[in-house]
């Protein structure tokens, strides 16, 4: 069973602070998306990697597939109190043709003006 | 932005009620998925389709039925709610092929009383 580990769980920062979230996993994903989700509102889209080892920015987010392609960061500068939300990982299964995906935990962050 | 609809957007019902919450999506998806979330917490996959008279059932075991009659549209039916029921469930679309990346209806609240 694919599972993927996401950490932290919870985080709670002042506004101008720097985080990371990281996203693990034993198993390797053909891709790998990161979603956001605001309370009452289903997941956004924000971001999907494919190639290992892949880097990519959208404004203050930088995101990171590990070589693997079994791990995967998100990187934020200079949080505002509008990162606040869910966000959540998910992994696309490279064997299925189902396109199923597996997602983690989520981590809650909260930034305070 | 995702042309994926839910309906209602709250439901607030009494405990042996039947009731069927609307998706639909007009991007012509062939896949289709409806999750279970509580709030702040990871997606649990409960159904999903392939296509037209295609339906599986998913990870986390569920009392709900679905049903795909045309590739817009993805009911999800309980035949008698109970206050376990409560929770957010999101509708989701993917096309087939592509790095997997599913499109999220904005959920529906259901409180069972």
């Known amino acids: 069973t694919q599972l993927l580990e996401q950490s932290p769980q919870f985080l709670s920062i002042q506004e101008g602070e720097n985080l990371t979230v990281y996203c693990n996993s034993s198993?390797?994903?053909?891709?790998l998306q990161w979603y956001r989700q605001e309370p009452g509102e289903g997941p956004v889209l924000l971001v999907t990697?494919?190639?290992?080892?892949e880097v990519k920015k959208l404004k203050r987010l930088t995101f990171q597939f590990g070589d693997a392609r079994k791990d995967s960061s998100l990187h934020i500068t200079a949080a505002q109190p509008g990162d606040t939300g869910l966000y959540l990982c998910?992994?696309?299964?490279?064997?299925?043709?189902?396109?199923?995906?597996?997602f983690g935990q989520g981590t809650t962050l909260q930034v305070k003006p | 932005e995702a042309d994926i609809y839910q309906t209602p957007r709250y439901l607030v019902i009494g405990t042996g009620k039947k009731i069927t919450l609307e998706c639909s999506q007009t991007?012509?998806?062939?896949?289709m998925y409806w999750y279970q979330q509580d709030p702040g917490m990871e997606l649990h996959l409960i159904h999903y389709?392939?296509?037209?008279?295609?339906?599986e059932k998913g990870d986390l075991s569920s009392e709900s039925t679905v049903s795909r009659i045309r590739t817009e549209h993805f009911p999800l039916t309980l035949e008698s709610a109970r206050p376990s029921h409560t929770s957010q469930y999101l509708c989701?679309?993917?096309?087939?092929?592509?790095?997997?990346?599913?499109?999220f209806g904005p959920g529906t609240r259901l409180t069972v009383l």
């Open positions: 989701a679309s993917t096309r087939g092929g592509g790095a997997g990346e599913q499109f």
């Open positions: 198993s390797v994903f053909s891709s």
């Open positions: 990697v494919v190639t290992g080892g």
């Open positions: 998910a992994g696309a299964d490279s064997a299925s043709n189902t396109g199923k995906l597996i």
């Open positions: 991007m012509g998806h062939d896949k």
């Open positions: 389709s392939y296509g037209v008279n295609s339906t």
